[in-house]
């Protein structure tokens, strides 16, 4: 039987999944959940397609509407943790950090010139996201424009990450925290 990989171990795989996740659109973890606070506190979650992954800051990119519920939260409160899943894996990661946002600046910019005309054209709808309206709108179409003004980075630097890999021969639960001091790490029951 194989032994239990170490935490260092550990660390590299959820390291590389993140990069999968990113570079492989059919990865479970391109589009994990991200969870924000509303202003009265109560929690908010919701998918997004993960858009790039820098290991050495432990920064996620993921692209939004800067008129978008999340980004309101996050402006109030940057706090934010996100979770993925992937099933044929049996590996849940749970990451927990702070968002800082970026729209109108050079990050939004290159991240802007980076993405395809498919992902822009959302980015031009009217009225905002999230507006009521009497019924469902059609796509928006090319000639609408003015995205870019819309379109905005969340990079979200997570200081703690959870993994859980469901395993025949026991389940392996590991909590990491990188803190000021250095790296904590250890083993959780599961
Ligand atoms: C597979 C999938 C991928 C999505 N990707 C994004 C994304 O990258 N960015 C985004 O803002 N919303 C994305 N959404 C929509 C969000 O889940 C959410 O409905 C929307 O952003 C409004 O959220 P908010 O009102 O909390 O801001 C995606 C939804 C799905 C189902």
Redesign the pocket.
């Known amino acids: 039987m194989t032994p239990p990989p170490t935490l260092a171990e550990v660390r590299a795989e959820a390291f590389r999944r993140l990069a999968h996740g990113v570079a492989d659109r059919r990865s479970a973890f391109h589009?994990p959940a991200l969870a924000?606070l509303g202003p009265d506190g109560a929690p908010?979650i919701?998918?997004?397609?993960l858009?790039g992954f820098d290991p050495g800051t432990r920064t996620l990119a993921?692209?939004?509407?800067r008129r978008?519920?999340?980004?309101a939260?996050l402006a109030a409160e940057p706090r934010a943790a996100l979770h993925a899943y992937d099933a044929a894996a049996q590996v849940q990661l749970r990451l927990s950090g702070r968002a800082a946002l970026h729209a109108g600046d050079a990050v939004a910019a290159a991240a802007w010139a980076g993405s395809g005309p498919g992902s822009r054209l959302s980015y031009g709808i009217a009225p905002a996201?999230?507006t009521p309206v009497p019924e469902p709108p059609p796509a928006p179409r090319e000639a609408e424009g003015g995205g870019e003004a819309h379109f905005a980075v969340i990079l979200l630097r997570f200081d703690r990450m959870e993994w859980l890999h469901l395993h025949h021969a026991g389940h392996r639960r590991a909590r990491f925290h990188w803190r000021p001091e250095g790296l904590e790490e250890t083993w959780l029951v599961p």
């Open positions: 589009t924000t908010a919701r998918t997004l397609v858009r993921l692209h939004t509407d978008s519920g999340k980004w939260e996201p999230g």
